[in-house]
């Protein structure tokens, strides 16, 4: 079982930035994948970024070259770096987790955490 505990959202006006946490409840050497994912109003959930137990990273094409995942191994946290953000990033913002263990896969998700942008 993994808790995922996100912080560090909030309001911005555009062109600011942002960063989000994501604590694990357990060692992130025992999760094979982390990352961020987020959902907006009337719109589906979609994957923003990723970073896999061997450090390749994935984006979202929305926000490549503006966001960055990353994460501190001695605090079990994996962050997200959000710079020039703009009004269409608003959304909740939900960190997730993936265990694989044998031919099984868990997931697990943190509660949310709201990023509004607006002036």
């Known amino acids: 079982q993994v808790q995922l505990v996100e912080s560090g959202g909030g309001l911005v006006q555009p062109g600011g930035s942002l960063r989000l946490s994501c604590a694990a409840s357990?060692?992130?050497?025992?999760?094979?994948?982390m990352g961020w994912y987020r959902q907006a109003p009337g719109k589906e959930r979609e994957l923003v970024a990723a970073?896999?137990?061997?450090?390749?990273?994935n984006y979202a094409d929305s926000v490549k070259g503006r966001f960055t995942i990353s994460r501190d191994n001695a605090k079990n946290t994996v962050y997200l770096q959000m710079n020039s953000l703009k009004p269409e990033d608003t959304a909740v913002y939900y960190c997730?987790?993936?265990?694989?263990?044998?031919?099984?896969?868990?997931?697990?998700w943190g509660q949310g955490t709201q990023v509004t942008v607006s002036s």
């Open positions: 357990r060692s992130i050497f025992s999760i094979n994948a």
């Open positions: 970073l896999t137990s061997g450090s390749n990273t």
């Open positions: 997730y987790a993936r265990r694989v263990v044998g031919a099984e896969e868990y997931d697990y």
